[in-house]
């Protein structure tokens, strides 16, 4: 725990994180998920697309397991989670790569309501899966609102 109260006094004291996130996904967001599909669906084959579509969930899964890990507990953390894995295992069960592609096409148009509110867990995953990359903190940042 000692190891971990400065990140979790920086994270929590600090208003620029919440600043930093968004209240809702933007457009800019969905315009990139839009261009990432594109990518997978321009994949050599399904394994192609599917080893990219997952490691970006990797990475944003690394970042909800780091903030679990600083905010253990965290109800609204831990339940989105499981939505991640779910996702995960949509992309893995996959049989071609327009079944990848329609994965982020499906998280793309999800919809949340005027603002999303933020668990102190799920803002500290979120800036980290933006840390990890833009795709990784924009799954995050639809999944979790």
Do not use: N, W
């Not at 490691?55 to 989670?81: F, M, N, T």
């Amino acid at each position: 725990m000692i190891r971990r109260l400065p990140l979790i006094l920086a994270l929590t004291t600090v208003a620029a994180p919440a600043l930093a996130i968004p209240s809702c996904p933007t457009d800019e967001h969905r315009a990139e998920l839009s261009s990432f599909e594109k990518r997978l669906l321009g994949a050599d084959d399904v394994d192609d697309a599917r080893h990219m579509a997952l490691s970006k969930v990797d990475k944003s899964r690394k970042a909800i397991d780091r903030a679990a890990y600083l905010v253990p507990g965290d109800r609204e953390l831990i339940a989105h989670q499981e939505a991640l894995d779910a996702f995960a295992g949509d992309i893995e069960h996959a049989q071609t790569k327009e079944e990848v592609a329609k994965g982020f096409s499906d998280l793309r148009a999800k919809h949340a309501g005027s603002s999303c509110y933020y668990s102190t867990g799920e803002i500290i995953a979120t800036v980290l899966g933006f840390v990890l990359g833009i795709l990784p903190g924009i799954i995050l940042l639809i999944l979790l609102c």
